[in-house]
């Protein structure tokens, strides 16, 4: 008799113990809901691809993270840096390699916008998404008449006949001109290169969109450069589907952090015109994978 009531405490301090040990495996994880049930991460990219780090940051969270059994990337992008771009294509393309990567794009998925898109495992588009534009702009602002009316002249110390290239008190050098074209080609075959390996394009699609121009989504389609038409919700529905999820999925956006959350911020509609200005004069200063309509 003696021994029952040894037992039961026992078995108390045991449960004890053991919800103990679940609030702590729980708080110790980043997000405890990935422990029960199965769900599609989504990651955005909208405005001008600037900076890499995000995105990279949320991708590589999902592919990690077991219970996320699939990711939709959501791409809302003219384009813009090559560095970031590429950045992206490559954390987008290892994670395509560990668990199914949906792209949905929405009114714009177009040059660096397409680029990242590229290698995920299927490309959902609106029939009047703008996307294509494979290739780079370069743009150098020459400011020498500005300069002056200003009175201003500047005073350069190089090492080299090149060094300086796209200087804005000067036009551009016959050499200058020579090797920057020679680099924006050299961008624009890496760019091409990446999308016909990772759509596997025919040769009659690559002459299309060899001349960067701009397609519609429902011409994407006939080209070979998305998989299927529809929305945001289609490109979740065909994620869950990959990734071997029954009924409907539940949706997961990658875990705030000071950082990002910051980053964030700074992008919300208070700072817009300061953001709009900021894109504005990245878009002018060296080689970009931008959708950017502009003269000859």
């Given at each position: 008799?003696?021994?029952?009531?040894?037992?039961?405490?026992?078995?108390?301090?045991?449960?004890?113990?053991?919800?103990f040990?679940?609030v702590?495996?729980?708080?110790?994880?980043?997000d405890?809901?990935?422990?029960?049930?199965?769900?599609?991460?989504?990651?955005?990219i909208k405005?001008?691809i600037?900076?890499?780090?995000?995105?990279?940051?949320?991708?590589?969270?999902?592919?990690?993270?077991?219970?996320?059994?699939?990711v939709v990337?959501?791409?809302?992008?003219?384009?813009?840096?090559?560095?970031?771009?590429q950045?992206?294509?490559?954390?987008?393309?290892r994670?395509?390699?560990?668990?199914?990567?949906?792209?949905s794009?929405?009114?714009v998925?177009a040059?660096?916008?397409?680029?990242?898109?590229?290698?995920?495992t299927k490309?959902?588009?609106?029939?009047?998404?703008?996307?294509g534009?494979?290739?780079?702009?370069?743009?150098?602002p020459?400011?020498?008449?500005?300069?002056?009316k200003?009175?201003?002249?500047?005073?350069?110390?190089?090492t080299g006949?090149?060094?300086?290239a796209g200087?804005p008190d000067?036009?551009?050098?016959?050499e200058?001109?020579?090797?920057?074209?020679?680099?924006?080609?050299?961008?624009?075959?890496q760019?091409l290169?990446?999308?016909?390996?990772?759509?596997q394009?025919?040769?009659?699609?690559?002459k299309?969109?060899?001349?960067s121009?701009?397609?519609?989504g429902?011409?994407a389609?006939?080209?070979?450069?998305?998989?299927q038409?529809?929305?945001?919700?289609?490109?979740?529905?065909?994620?869950a589907?990959l990734?071997?999820?029954?009924?409907?999925?539940?949706?997961?956006?990658?875990?705030?952090k000071?950082?990002r959350?910051?980053?964030?911020?700074?992008?919300?509609e208070g700072?817009?015109?300061?953001?709009?200005?900021?894109e504005?004069?990245?878009?002018?200063?060296?080689p970009?994978?931008?959708?950017?309509?502009?003269?000859?």
């Amino acid at each position: 008799m003696k021994k029952r009531p040894m037992a039961a405490a026992i078995g108390i301090s045991l449960l004890i113990v053991a919800a103990f040990a679940l609030v702590f495996v729980l708080l110790g994880r980043s997000d405890p809901q990935p422990l029960f049930g199965n769900k599609v991460g989504v990651v955005e990219i909208k405005g001008v691809i600037s900076d890499a780090r995000a995105v990279m940051e949320a991708l590589d969270e999902f592919r990690r993270e077991e219970a996320v059994r699939a990711v939709v990337l959501r791409v809302d992008s003219p384009g813009g840096g090559v560095g970031p771009s590429q950045e992206i294509y490559q954390e987008v393309k290892r994670t395509a390699a560990v668990k199914p990567v949906v792209c949905s794009m929405g009114g714009v998925a177009a040059s660096g916008g397409y680029y990242v898109a590229a290698p995920c495992t299927k490309i959902v588009a609106n029939p009047g998404t703008l996307t294509g534009s494979i290739g780079v702009i370069s743009s150098f602002p020459n400011l020498e008449g500005l300069f002056e009316k200003l009175g201003l002249k500047v005073q350069t110390i190089k090492t080299g006949a090149l060094k300086g290239a796209g200087a804005p008190d000067r036009p551009l050098s016959e050499e200058e001109r020579a090797m920057l074209t020679s680099m924006t080609q050299d961008l624009f075959g890496q760019f091409l290169g990446d999308v016909v390996a990772s759509r596997q394009l025919k040769d009659d699609a690559v002459k299309a969109i060899s001349d960067s121009g701009i397609f519609s989504g429902k011409r994407a389609l006939e080209l070979g450069l998305v998989d299927q038409l529809g929305n945001f919700h289609d490109a979740v529905a065909l994620a869950a589907r990959l990734g071997g999820i029954p009924g409907r999925p539940k949706l997961v956006k990658p875990h705030d952090k000071s950082e990002r959350w910051l980053r964030q911020l700074l992008k919300d509609e208070g700072q817009s015109m300061l953001r709009s200005l900021v894109e504005q004069a990245q878009a002018l200063g060296g080689p970009q994978y931008l959708y950017a309509p502009a003269g000859d």
